[in-house]
């Protein structure tokens, strides 16, 4: 299909001038034509009243009366004939002299002047007596008739014998009476095409001062407004996308909005120059820092475990966990090892903060823990710095003495705690939970360090674990923790989890929350370590209903199988 050319400002502001130049040529119009007939039908009223006023001074009003009796005589003829020439003077239409008879209410013809050219039908003789159907013609004149006074203005009629502008005055006898009424008739035709004439007269001289007035408008808005625009326009359009081509526009000082502009484009053009000059760099660092973020992603996901099943050796239990971070990196990590051939320990915590310093100090608290829990036989200085895209140095040093025997879920999450506090001034912490399942016996010792409580299965229902929270790791240097134990049967499954499933938020801004949780796992009671968590992680996205995560989640689940 033919793309449709789209009209510049120039051909727009010129229809714009034309339309305006009609617009006001038809307001004039209108104007002048409402003028011209004021005008015109005053003159052709005064002319009809004066030519009706000369008509009847030609007519003695005491011989009316004996020409209706007597009929025609040389008085007669002799003024008919002068009104014959009144009329042919003055271009009447009509020009006549009724008289009227009262007790009948008619009126009679004394005078109805033919001149050629007329249409004899129209005119009457002496003595002729209107009758019905010419009644109009003697009603408009019979108010003057009865009381002997002019009509202001003409009256206008349109009847069989034309479109007509009346004027009508008395011819009074000696003794003061009106003998009859002398009518002149002047077609409106004729008035209309006089007022149409001078209409157009004054008209045409009104629209070619218009023109001339929109051409001189239109040159100097060419001059002042358009020409600069265009050039501007120009200017840009010749901007080479390929090559890169940006140019300052010259333009004189005027001091107008125009300058304004131009001065705004040229400090555009060399802001785009340096853009353009730094896009390659800034694109090239940040490649790099997208990379180096991938990289962080990649160490950060090996350094949790990820094969499965993790002990293939233990059929007593199956275990399955996972780490959804909301950036790259998260803050969120677990863990599981076996610290003797019977021993399984299991940790799940969360750094107070996302991004980069987060992953930096989730890495330092995974190792702690592990290297703790493992009780290496060594003797040493455990210190971990590392600069973070952040003001300040996270940096934490102390001295860890691991002997033989091993340590406790409590003596482990106590001896990290001091190691974290030392020169910690950034003042992140962590939530953890940490617990040893004695395999044999299904005896589960755990701590727990201010993180959200487990959920448990057992006798075939959900139900939170009741432990004590304690303080965060990091957070005071003596803190104390509360060790705690239980029994975990045949068919048992503990569940661990992040604060970013309770907290996980929906378009409406409301929260998943603990309570939801529990409802929903208790649908999938049936379900292994794996099955539960990708069917709550399912329940999370669809609550969502597509908001963006705004926390790491992350999920652990241990089930506890037949030893056989």
């Not at 997208?290 to 090996?302: K, M, R, Y």
Request: glycine residues 6%.
């Amino acid at each position: 299909m033919k793309k449709k050319k789209k009209r510049g400002i120039k051909g727009k502001m010129t229809i714009a001038f034309v339309v305006m130049g009609i617009l006001l040529s038809l307001c004039v119009g209108i104007q002048v034509f409402s003028i011209s007939y004021s005008q015109v039908t005053t003159q052709y009223t005064e002319r009809a009243f004066n030519t009706a006023k000369t008509a009847a001074l030609l007519i003695d009003g005491d011989s009316i009366a004996n020409y209706l009796i007597s009929g025609k005589n040389e008085e007669y003829f002799a003024v008919y004939e002068a009104l014959k020439e009144v009329k042919i003077t003055f271009g009447l239409t009509y020009l006549y002299v009724h008289a009227g008879r009262l007790e009948d209410n008619v009126a009679i013809y004394v005078f109805d002047i033919f001149v050629e050219g007329d249409n004899p039908d129209h005119i009457f003789d002496l003595g002729h007596v209107l009758d019905d159907a010419e009644a109009s013609s003697f009603d408009v004149g019979k108010q003057t008739f009865l009381t002997g006074q002019i009509e202001a203005s003409t009256i206008v009629s349109f009847s069989e014998y034309g479109w007509l502008a009346s004027a009508y005055v008395p011819i009074f006898t000696s003794n003061g009476s009106v003998a009859a009424v002398l009518g002149v008739d002047l077609s409106m035709n004729k008035i209309m095409s006089d007022i149409i004439l001078q209409t157009l007269q004054i008209l045409l001289l009104t629209i070619a001062i218009i023109i001339v007035f929109l051409l001189i408008l239109r040159f100097i808005a060419g001059k002042q407004i358009l020409n600069p625009v265009m050039q501007l326009s120009k200017h840009m359009d010749s901007f080479d996308s390929e090559n890169g081509m940006l140019n300052t526009i010259e333009f004189p000082e005027s001091g107008s909005e125009f300058q304004t502009i131009a001065k705004s484009y040229n400090r555009m053009i060399s802001d785009i120059k340096y853009y353009m000059e730094n896009l390659e760099t800034v694109t090239a660092d940040r490649e790099r820092i997208a990379t180096e973020l991938d990289v962080a992603t990649e160490i950060q996901t090996s350094m949790l475990p990820s094969t499965f099943p993790a002990f293939p050796e233990h059929h007593e239990f199956d275990i399955h966990a996972t780490m959804y971070p909301a950036r790259e990196v998260g803050g969120d990590f677990y863990d599981f090892f076996l610290i003797r051939e019977n021993t399984l320990a299991v940790v799940i915590a969360d750094v107070s903060d996302k991004g980069i310093p987060a992953a930096l100090f989730m890495v330092i608290a995974k190792t702690l823990i592990k290297n703790t829990a493992m009780n290496a036989s060594f003797e040493g200085t455990a210190s971990f710095e590392g600069t973070a895209s952040f003001e300040g140095t996270a940096s934490f040093e102390g001295t860890a003495s691991f002997g033989g025997g091993g340590k406790s879920p409590k003596e482990v999450f106590e001896t990290v705690n001091k190691l974290l506090c030392d020169n910690n001034d950034t003042g992140m912490f962590v939530t953890a939970f940490m617990g040893y399942l004695d395999i044999p016996s299904g005896r589960f010792t755990y701590v727990n360090a201010g993180h959200n409580p487990p959920l448990l299965k057992h006798d075939d229902m959900y139900r939170y674990m009741k432990t004590d929270p304690g303080l965060m790791l990091g957070l005071m240097e003596d803190t104390v923790f509360v060790q705690e134990e239980t029994v975990l049967c045949t068919g048992d499954m503990l569940f661990l989890y992040t604060d970013g499933i309770t907290e996980a938020m929906n378009t409406e801004r409301s929260l998943f929350t603990a309570g939801r949780l529990s409802e929903k796992i208790n649908l999938y009671k049936t379900s292994n370590p794996n099955e539960i968590i990708a069917n709550i992680k399912h329940e999370i996205d669809v609550f969502s209903d597509g908001r963006e995560q705004a926390d790491d989640i992350t999920m652990l689940a241990l089930e506890i199988r037949d030893k056989k």
